[in-house]
């Protein structure tokens, strides 16, 4: 396997809602598409939203029940701590900027920003669907 | 916020296995890092592994209750389909090859790899501690 990854893809409960959010956050992407594949109680739909971040990446937000069709997979409750996102900002003052402009727009802040050991300043948001995102200021950079 | 995201951090139960099974996939690192920050009840310890992926991104695995203590958020059990990790290839073939790689791996397939309404052929598999890798090629590209 190539050392890539293209594409991360949250599960929503609600697209418009978490398209919202993050546009909120400073994202930006032309909206929900593939509307036109409908899918049934089988086959997901294809409505989408995509943010085209740098780098080649993308942040996809799916519906929970769709993407759990896509995968064949169970529909499993919303939870938080499998996984992070980590968001890397120039200053100490940056992180606490977008936590709060994250929590204005409606994300849980799970704890006061602060150094941790290995040399960083950080604090996670939950954002409106319990997704972990990590705003990181790296002391040593 | 930038539109960019630096690091993607799996919850994982344990960090040996799960650097062995993207090892076996085919990434690199370097190996487990962190360990003189042992952690204790409360604090997170900093055992983690990196893989340096192109252009910029890190995968990062971190011990589930480590991330949950870092986040300060409750540890929860492993699930499937919160989110997927999309990997592009450049055929078909390439597809069923790193499919079959992951299960040879211990990676679980969800279903046969197939084609999507909106242009791609994919299938999905589910790492060791869940978290689903969607592999896909763009009939389009």
Redesign the interface.
């Known amino acids: 396997?190539?050392?890539?990854?293209?594409?991360?893809?949250?599960?929503v409960a609600d697209l418009e809602r978490a398209l919202a959010f993050y546009r909120e956050?400073?994202?930006?992407s032309p909206g929900v598409i593939?509307t036109q594949?409908t899918g049934d109680e089988a086959?997901p739909s294809?409505r989408a939203v995509m943010?085209?971040?740098?780098?080649?990446?993308?942040?996809?937000l799916y519906g929970?029940e769709d993407?759990?069709k896509?995968?064949?997979?169970?529909?499993?409750p919303?939870?938080?701590?499998?996984?992070?996102?980590?968001?890397?900002?120039g200053s100490r003052a940056d992180v606490d900027e977008?936590l709060r402009?994250a929590e204005a727009a409606g994300a849980t802040l799970?704890?006061e920003p602060h150094e941790?050991?290995?040399g960083i300043y950080s604090g996670?948001f939950?954002d409106l669907?319990?997704?972990?995102w990590?705003i990181?200021w790296n002391l040593r950079a």
Chains 1, 2 share one sequence.
Do not use: C, K
């Open positions: 396997m190539e050392p890539r990854i293209h594409v991360i893809t949250l599960g956050l400073g994202l930006e593939g594949y086959t294809g943010f085209q971040l740098r780098d080649g990446l993308t942040l996809a929970r993407l759990a896509d995968a064949n997979v169970p529909v499993s919303p939870t938080t701590g499998h996984f992070s996102i980590g968001h890397l900002v977008v402009r799970t704890d941790r050991a290995w996670y939950r669907d319990g997704h972990l990590e990181i």
